[in-house]
């Protein structure tokens, strides 16, 4: 609160409250939240032909997996679907236990009702940008200039809305779905929420708690979990809050290796679906089947891949997947070289969706504009951070170097095994989490020639 200095004739004038000044409120973030909801809610109500007749008939066997929980019949799926017909093997380990395990409780509680599931799921998976957002507009508080704050809001809202982004949003199958809002949270904290003054155990616990969510969402973001714990130890001062966030961010890869060494006999920290998901990118017949055709995706290779062998076990399968892909790689380096220059550019380059169904009409046409934004996000935080890796101050090298592995990280498994646009799409809201950050610190690369002191995040 700022009173201003009293005129001659002694009449005070009233107190001025600045941005600064004031006590922080909820009013915004929860504004964000209900705007966001409602808008997500909205468009999943009126694209009823997304939705599917049952939950049970979920692709990528999220639908049999979530109706055997429900009905106690345990973590399994028992299919011939990705091996050689006839070979029924029962899956233990092949899908991360969040979205099933969410899935089945929401199931238990509204039944089989998709859109009531649906619904609850986008309520839940909004909370995560909300705290991301929430901790941008207490960075931005202190600043008198509202413009920015209004700027902020904004492009984290249309990020969030666009068709590219919130498509995984309202649907229940895909795993990018569920990560993307612990991801940007995870972001969020150590981008606005780790400084010299902002070191709380509460903090803490919430980042450890969503990195460990995230690695239980899907495997290929292992490396992104493991890069995101190491920089939160870098960031911090305190031990305890070090210790805090490892002891946390390691139960969910030891209680899922646990659970994998007691159901199959062996420990492991990814799924036994990774060695097929390998051989899907690295095989003889890659590049004549990538990208796939008619929007399809790669799974109705999987019973070639096998080429008609039987499997005793699950772990069986994974194994002889994934020698055949190391032997493909080995053997053939200048051909798994193209696929995975292939694989780059559907993730990082590519304006058309790729891996899932193309829409027509308006929708496609928006689409087709989301891609184009989510590209324009991208490269401009790349380029920004490239950049300021180069000429920028100590701390904002820092951040610079965050996102740069960020976007490193979760990009290395789809270019080593097969990269679709959904995957990438998880990296919008950390795109305009990095340029919302660059830009609340000004000029990324003033100061840095000049020897100028470096700046807290």
């Known amino acids: 609160m700022h009173f201003q200095r009293q005129p001659a004739d002694g009449v005070k004038v009233r107190p001025q409250i600045t941005p600064g000044?004031?006590?922080?409120?909820?009013?915004?973030?929860?504004?964000?939240?209900?705007?966001?909801?409602?808008?997500?809610?909205?468009?999943?109500?009126?694209?009823p032909s997304s939705h599917p007749a049952s939950i049970y008939s979920?692709?990528?066997?999220?639908?049999?997996?979530?109706?055997?929980?429900?009905?106690?019949?345990?973590?399994?799926?028992?299919?011939?679907?990705?091996?050689?017909?006839?070979?029924?093997?029962?899956?233990?380990?092949?899908?991360?236990?969040?979205?099933?395990?969410?899935?089945?409780?929401?199931?238990?509680?509204?039944?089989?009702?998709?859109?009531?599931?649906?619904?609850?799921?986008?309520?839940?998976?909004?909370?995560?940008?909300?705290?991301?957002?929430?901790?941008?507009?207490?960075k931005l508080y202190s600043k008198i200039d509202s413009h920015l704050r209004w700027q902020a809001s904004l492009l984290l809202f249309l990020c969030l809305m666009l068709p590219t982004l919130i498509v995984d949003v309202i649907h229940l199958q895909v795993e990018e779905g569920y990560s993307f809002c612990l991801l940007a949270y995870a972001l969020a904290v150590l981008l606005f929420g780790v400084g010299k003054n902002q070191q709380h155990l509460r903090s803490a616990v919430l980042f450890a708690l969503a990195v460990a969510g995230l690695y239980l969402t899907k495997s290929s973001m292992v490396l992104a979990c493991t890069f995101l714990v190491g920089f939160y130890c870098w960031s911090v001062s305190q031990r305890k809050l070090r210790a805090v966030v490892l002891l946390i961010t390691i139960c969910a890869p030891l209680g899922w290796g646990l659970y994998s060494l007691h159901v199959t006999g062996r420990f492991t920290l990814g799924t036994s679906l990774d060695g097929i998901n390998l051989h899907k990118g690295n095989n003889a017949d890659f590049l004549e089947r990538y990208p796939p055709a008619n929007d399809g995706s790669l799974d109705r290779y999987d019973a070639l891949l096998s080429d008609g062998r039987f499997f005793a076990n699950e772990w069986d399968l994974n194994d002889y997947h994934t020698h055949a892909s190391l032997i493909f790689m080995k053997a053939h380096p200048v051909e798994d070289m193209r696929g995975d220059l292939r694989k780059a550019d559907i993730f990082f380059l590519s304006f058309r969706k790729i891996g899932s169904e193309r829409y027509r009409g308006m929708l496609g046409l928006a689409t087709d504009a989301s891609m184009l934004v989510f590209r324009l996000l991208l490269w401009s935080a790349c380029l920004l951070a490239l950049h300021t890796l180069w000429r920028g101050t100590v701390e904002r090298r820092r951040t610079a170097l965050l996102y740069i592995g960020i976007v490193l990280t979760v990009a290395a498994p789809y270019i080593v095994g097969f990269a679709f646009t959904r995957h990438a799409s998880v990296l919008i809201l950390p795109s305009a989490l990095y340029l919302i950050h660059w830009r609340l610190n000004g000029n990324s690369v003033s100061g840095a020639s000049r020897g100028a002191a470096p700046e807290p995040a």
């Open 21 to 47: 000044n004031g006590k922080f409120s909820l009013a915004a973030p929860l504004t964000f939240y209900f705007v966001s909801f409602v808008s997500a809610a909205l468009i999943a109500f009126y694209t």
């Open 58 to 138: 979920l692709d990528n066997f999220m639908g049999p997996l979530t109706e055997h929980l429900v009905h106690h019949a345990g973590y399994v799926t028992c299919t011939d679907a990705i091996q050689t017909p006839g070979n029924v093997l029962c899956f233990h380990v092949h899908r991360m236990p969040l979205p099933p395990l969410l899935l089945a409780a929401l199931v238990r509680i509204f039944g089989n009702r998709y859109l009531a599931v649906d619904l609850t799921k986008i309520a839940l998976v909004l909370i995560p940008v909300a705290a991301a957002f929430s901790l941008i507009w207490q």
